[in-house]
């Protein structure tokens, strides 16, 4: 991520705490709906979307907004508002990522909720209701689920890297060896924080991801001791004009650095 300025532990604080009860109610309000057929959507004609996302997100702005009206708001179930570019921070939201594992009555889902200033976040929350799981971060404060401080994991005799089977072939024969491709997670976000507590080994992220499926969870990879990188070998940034992305990689050490050479020799 992006160098961090010293920022004032009190307004961390402030903000984390309203995350984390925020997100926690919005995982109530999805709950609600999960398994129980609410009723669905189709966005652009191909991206499901549900009764469940509109009503966490309804909440989310509601509550978050009314907390900080000064801050931009930025979110999937939402037309883009770019007053956002003028304020000094903005909420980044995904009511549910995983919106179509939810529907399938998957549990691999998570309600997504970021502070970003200046192109990085500054305090990330996932909240996992139906895996009875609260993923956070703030920067130089440590990434945490459930309370337990999370540190990535060091690859084994087998790695175990997420994303599309694609993206893993190219991996060069003598790494792809020692490869296996883990099983399809729904939420991106989840997916991501699945790396930070050492579940996983990495992950690639296909082109087309928005800021709103990474803002919180790269925070808690960082914070754990990842990153994540695009073909170039930077860090995404956030909350600006342009909120998509292109193939991403994330992980750490020698296999982050081989994920992020297949994405810079595909693109």
């Known amino acids: 991520m992006p160098a961090v300025e010293q920022l004032s532990e009190s307004d961390l604080a402030g903000d984390l705490a309203l995350l ?15 398994r129980q057929s609410p009723e669905v959507w189709l966005k652009g004609g191909t991206s499901p979307v549900s009764e469940a ?11 978050l ?28 939201v995904d009511p549910i990522d995983g919106t179509r594992g939810f529907l399938e009555g998957r549990r691999e889902w998570c309600v997504s909720v ?10 990330g929350v996932l909240e996992c209701p139906a895996r009875k799981e609260t993923f956070w971060a703030t920067p130089g404060g440590g990434a945490f689920k459930n309370g337990r401080r999370l540190a990535v994991g060091e690859p084994g ?15 060069p024969p ?22 930070a507590d050492g579940s996983l080994d990495g992950s ?15 925070l808690i990879l960082h914070e754990a001791g990842g990153s994540i990188l695009d ?32 994405i810079r020799a595909g693109s």
């Open 204 to 218: 690639f992220v296909k082109p087309n991801s928005h800021d709103w499926d990474l803002a919180a969870a790269d």
């Open 20 to 34: 984390l009860e925020s997100a926690r109610e919005a995982g109530e309000i999805a709950m609600r709906y999960f």
């Open 53 to 63: 996302d509109y009503a966490a997100d309804n909440f989310l702005n509601k509550s």
């Open 174 to 195: 003598e790494i792809r060896r020692h490869v296996k491709r883990a099983e399809y997670i729904p939420s991106l976000a989840y997916r991501l924080a699945m790396v």
């Open 157 to 171: 005799p087998v790695a175990l890297v997420g994303g599309p089977a694609d993206m893993i072939g190219g991996l």
């Open 231 to 262: 073909e170039f070998g930077a860090a995404p940034t956030y909350g600006g004009l342009d909120i998509r992305h292109g193939a991403l990689v994330g992980g750490s050490g020698e296999l982050l650095a081989t994920m992020a050479q297949v």
């Open 114 to 123: 970021a502070v970003v200033e200046k192109g990085r976040s500054i305090a």
């Open 65 to 92: 907004r009314a907390a900080r009206p000064d801050y931009g708001w930025l979110s999937e179930e939402a037309v883009d508002d770019q007053a956002r570019l003028g304020a000094r921070r903005t909420f980044v």
